[in-house]
């Protein structure tokens, strides 16, 4: 079935005790907006509280998990899309009263009371990427194009920084963090981050399997793990995480630009988003030495 919003389906195999949650927003990379960011958060809760659901499938539409928040209307996160706050940089109040809830989605689905299996072909950039990298067990493709581009344009303290160091490791989540880099999933195989690494067209059935081996589990003893999993990390590698997070991207989304830096939501306002990504690119790109 699909809900109100279209651009989020929700299914549930009671058969199999599985809830599938696809972003379908296929024409934008399937990158998302508030409301349809409250919908998957609406459809967790439903996850959450179904005693008959074991695991939560999140893939995206047409071969795409997702390009992360939708930049067409940046400041919008932060008022209504006609409001005085989105036709203006936001106040720093109303940058963490946003952020804060942005960020309390993310804490919830990383720690989720059921399996969470992500379906990762595609793009996963942005809060994307950070969605695969807090699923319990991923299947990616190795073709998958992931990283943190908006550091590019908002700067390296973007994002669930504790997360990234714990799941990547600080070398690599620095060279992504401070170069805005994107690259090719396959090429951190050797590294572990993912559950699964595969070719593309074997994605959607790898991450099928998996959710299906893990609905097999006790779903008592998944519940009371998923709870044992998050104290483990919460005093491991998380403390401070949870205020961490939105403080550092309220006030890193408020950055002042000198000479020569590139500052997209200018660039964006005088020529457009798709311009500004290309005018983006265009100024971050330093050739290899030869």
């Known amino acids: 079935m699909t809900t109100a919003d279209d651009r989020v389906l929700f299914d549930v195999d009671r058969d199999k005790r599985i809830a599938t949650i696809t972003l379908n927003n296929p024409a934008q990379r399937n990158s ?5 960011r409250e919908t998957v958060g609406r459809h967790l809760d439903q996850v959450a ?8 499938l999140l893939r995206g539409a047409e071969g795409v998990f997702s390009t992360g928040a939708d930049m067409n209307n940046a400041y919008g996160w932060y008022g209504e ?3 005085p706050q989105a036709k203006r940089r936001p106040s720093q109040r109303r940058r963490l009263t946003v952020d804060r809830k942005t960020f309390g989605f993310y804490h919830n689905f990383m720690g989720f009371p059921k399996v969470t299996v992500g379906e990762i072909s595609g793009y996963a950039l942005g809060g994307g990427f950070e969605m695969a990298l807090m699923t319990d067990i991923s299947v990616i493709a190795r073709t998958t194009k992931i990283g943190m581009p908006a550091t590019r344009f908002l700067g390296p303290a973007l994002g669930s920084l504790h997360m990234f160091f714990h799941r990547l490791g600080p070398v690599l989540v620095r060279r992504l963090l401070l170069t805005g880099d994107i690259i090719e999933a396959g090429s951190i195989e050797h590294l572990g981050v993912f559950t699964e690494t595969c070719q593309a ?13 893990a609905a ?3 779903a008592d003893g998944i519940v009371i793990a998923k709870e044992a999993f998050r104290l483990v990390e919460q005093s491991q590698a998380y403390q401070g995480e949870e205020v961490a997070s939105y403080l550092f991207h309220a006030y890193g989304t408020n950055l002042q630009f000198a000479e020569g830096e590139f500052n997209f939501v200018k660039t964006r306002a005088q020529h457009g ?13 330093v050739p290899e030495p030869e």
């Open 201 to 213: 067209d074997q994605v959607t059935r790898r991450a099928r399997y998996w959710a299906e081996k």
């Open 81 to 83: 899309k006609d409001s």
């Open 49 to 56: 509280e179904d005693d008959d659901i074991t695991v939560v």
């Open 273 to 285: 988003t798709k311009e500004a990504f290309r005018l983006r690119d265009e100024h971050f790109h």
């Open 32 to 36: 998302y907006d508030a409301a349809m």
């Open 216 to 218: 097999k589990m006790p």
